[in-house]
């Protein structure tokens, strides 16, 4: 799940991405109206944290061009605390939420969860390789009718290789999107993962995930025999 966060204000935007990033969110932050606008635009977001008070654009002109444009991402707008007006004008222009500042970081993130899940119960949330099907509203995933328990990072990474299922991922695209972290590439934390992931899936010794030496990974139904 990817999230844009537009908001001025340095240590709210760091504040927001670093309890999301730990919450295995994929953050992006733009700092001001405009800018947030044009990647909102991008169509690349599952949701979207909003802040009213902004330079270049502000919040209500952001929201209201998005919806203009026919992007429906889901939006929760940061607004003042007691401002019954700018809440009431977010909603009509087309918020799925709001939150008075300051907040708690768990009432964003239940909010978020909140309107993720109506979102995700307009679309399909589920990817599907050969009996492996992953629940990307659900965290969960199954192999046939045995539910697969894994991690938080061990779920993240499953979920990148089976969004971009019969692709090559490159270690660095792993490192860049389950970790954050494009400097490790070298340590061999990848490949416990995926060691991991293997004997959770692969347990009846059915191929799923695939080396692709020298480069990285590519998740696949499994051929007969293998
Ligand atoms: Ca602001």
């Known amino acids: 799940m990817r999230i844009l966060v537009i908001e001025d204000e340095e240590k ?6 670093r309890g999301l990033e730990e919450e295995q969110y994929v953050v992006d932050v733009a700092s001001d109206g405009k800018t947030g606008l044009e990647m909102a635009l991008s169509g690349m977001y599952d949701a979207i944290v909003l802040d009213l ?3 270049g654009k502000d919040g209500f ?3 209201q061009e998005l919806r203009a444009a026919d ?6 707008i ?3 605390r007691g401002s019954t007006k700018d809440r009431v004008r977010g909603l009509d222009l087309g918020a799925d939420d709001y939150l008075p500042k300051p907040f708690h970081f768990d009432e964003l993130a239940a909010r978020l969860r909140s309107v993720l899940r109506r979102s995700s119960a307009q679309k399909s949330t589920k990817i599907v390789v050969g009996d492996l ?3 990307t509203a659900a965290h969960l995933v199954w192999r046939g009718d045995k539910e697969i328990e894994l991690t938080a990072k061990e779920y993240a990474l499953l979920e990148y290789l089976m969004r971009n299922k019969h692709r090559i991922v490159s270690r660095t695209m792993i490192m860049e999107h389950v970790w954050k972290d494009p400097l490790a590439p070298m340590s061999n934390i990848i490949e416990v993962y995926i060691k991991r992931l293997r004997s959770k899936i692969e347990f009846d010794g ?10 990285g990974y590519r998740i696949k139904e499994p051929s ?3």
């Open 78 to 80: 940061l607004t003042a």
């Open 133 to 135: 099907v992953l629940d």
């Open 53 to 55: 008070m902004l330079p």
């Open 12 to 17: 709210v935007a760091n504040f927001i991405q």
């Open 206 to 215: 059915k191929r799923f995930i695939h080396n692709v030496r020298g480069i």
């Open 61 to 63: 002109e952001v929201l």
């Open 71 to 76: 992007n429906e991402t889901p939006v929760i």
């Open 224 to 226: 007969n025999g293998e």
